[in-house]
C-alpha cells in the first residue's frame, strides 16, 4: 500500500522567508507524487505534479519540490513568502493504477508581516 | 470551462433523512471522484468511475452510502439515512485518462446532519 506522511501539521513563516513543507511516502512501486493547496473555504488547486520525469518539478506560485527516491521524500519550497501563500498544504501519492489519490493529512501555512 | 460544478454549496439536514449530493464533471473527463474532508480524517476517497461505471468503491463507510452516475455529465452521491458523523464536506474531482492528467476538484459541498 502507498501513503504519505506530512511531518508538519503547523508551519508559520514571515512574509519575503523561505518556505518547508516536508512530506515523505511509503510505496512499493515508483510512485506519482503532487501537492495541493486549499484555500479557506475553496477546494483544492494542483500546485505541482512528479510522474517519474524530472526528480526538480516547479509548480505554480514559485513553488518546487524535490523527489528524492533514497530518502523517500517529495519536499515542498518556496524561496520567499508571500501573505497569499497562506492555506492548507496536501501532500499526495497515487495508488498503482495512476488515478486513485491517498492524502497526506495536511499541513497549514501560516504568513505573518 | 465552468471547471467541476457541485450542488448545493451547503446542505443543512436532519438526523435520518435522505441527502443527495451532485456533481457535473468537466466535458471530456473520463473519471469521477468523490471525497469526504474531515477534521478527524482529512481527505478520503469514497468511490470513483471510468466512464461511468464504478471502478472502486472500497472507500465508501457503509451501506448508507451510494453513488451512481447515469451519464458521463451528471453523478450523485446520496446519504440515506443521514447521521450527525457524516457531517463533512464532500468533494467531487474529474479528470481525463492517461498518466499525465491532474484531478481537478469542484468547491465541494458543506453538508452538516444535526
Known amino acids: 500500500a502507498q501513503s504519505v506522511t506530512q511531518l508538519d501539521s503547523h508551519v508559520s513563516v514571515s512574509e519575503g522567508t523561505p518556505v518547508l513543507l516536508r512530506c515523505n511516502y511509503s510505496?512499493?512501486?515508483?510512485?506519482?507524487l503532487f501537492w495541493y493547496v486549499q484555500h479557506p473555504n475553496k477546494g483544492l488547486q494542483l500546485l505541482l505534479k512528479?510522474?517519474?520525469?524530472?526528480?526538480l518539478v516547479k509548480g505554480i506560485n514559485g513553488f518546487e519540490a524535490e523527489f528524492k527516491k533514497s530518502e523517500t521524500s517529495f519536499h515542498l519550497t518556496k524561496p520567499s513568502a508571500h501573505m497569499s501563500d497562506a492555506a492548507e498544504y496536501f501532500c499526495v501519492v497515487s495508488d498503482r493504477s495512476g488515478y486513485a489519490l491517498n492524502f497526506g493529512k495536511g499541513t497549514s501555512l501560516l504568513v505573518t508581516p | 470551462d465552468a471547471g467541476v460544478i457541485q450542488s448545493p454549496r451547503h446542505e443543512v439536514t436532519e438526523m435520518g433523512q435522505e441527502v443527495t449530493l451532485r456533481c457535473k464533471p468537466i466535458?471530456?473527463?473520463?473519471?469521477l471522484f468523490w471525497y469526504r474532508q474531515t477534521m478527524m480524517r482529512g481527505l478520503e476517497l469514497l468511490i470513483y468511475f471510468n466512464n461511468n461505471v464504478p471502478i472502486d468503491d472500497s472507500g465508501m463507510p457503509e451501506d448508507r452510502f451510494s453513488a451512481k452516475m447515469p451519464n458521463a455529465s451528471f453523478s450523485t452521491l446520496k446519504i440515506q439515512p443521514s447521521e450527525p458523523r457524516d457531517s463533512a464536506v464532500y468533494f467531487c474531482?474529474?479528470?481525463?485518462?492517461?498518466?499525465?492528467?491532474?484531478?481537478?476538484f469542484g468547491p465541494g459541498t458543506r453538508l452538516t446532519v444535526t
Open positions: 474531482a474529474s479528470r481525463r485518462a492517461g498518466g499525465a492528467y491532474e484531478q481537478y
Open positions: 510505496s512499493s512501486y515508483s510512485p506519482s
Open positions: 466535458s471530456g473527463h473520463d473519471y
Open positions: 512528479y510522474t517519474s520525469a524530472a526528480t
